[in-house]
Nanobody, 120 residues
Framework: QLQASGGGLVQAGGSLKLSCAGS????????IGWFRQDPGKEREFVAA????????YYSDSVKGRFTISKDGAKNTVYLEMNSLKPEDTATYYC???????????????WGQGTQVTVSS
């Protein structure tokens, strides 16, 4: 079970930090990814982290602005979002898989989503 939280309303240029808490332990082979989706659009890969090695992966659209990290003691993955733009507005989901792919179908468990709205 994954629980995403931390969304909200922020002005363009602002920051938000999302959290994805796992109810069970993440194995070293686990990959936790963040995706986002607007109504009527496909789910878009944002970032991923490999739990064991802490290797990180980003989409080109967020590279340099977003940072994914983890807290092993809390079994939680974070997505720190800076320099937010109106086009970052979406529902953000975290998901668990075993490969840091951008394909949503490769992730087996999904959180419920948290809304991020960036006003211009």
């Amino acid at each position: 079970q994954l629980q995403a939280s931390g969304g909200g309303l922020v002005q363009a240029g602002g920051s938000l930090k999302l959290s994805c808490a796992g109810s069970g332990r993440f194995f070293s082979s686990s990959v936790i990814g963040w995706f986002r989706q607007d109504p009527g659009k496909e789910r878009e890969f944002v970032a991923a982290i490999r739990w064991g090695r802490s290797s990180t992966y980003y989409s080109d659209s967020v590279k340099g602005r977003f940072t994914i990290s983890k807290d092993g003691a809390k079994n939680t993955v974070y997505l720190e979002m800076n320099s937010l733009k109106p086009e970052d507005t979406a529902t953000y989901y975290c998901a668990k898989g075993t490969s840091p792919t951008s394909e949503p179908g490769a992730y087996s468990s999904w959180g419920q989503g948290t809304q991020v709205t960036v006003s211009s």
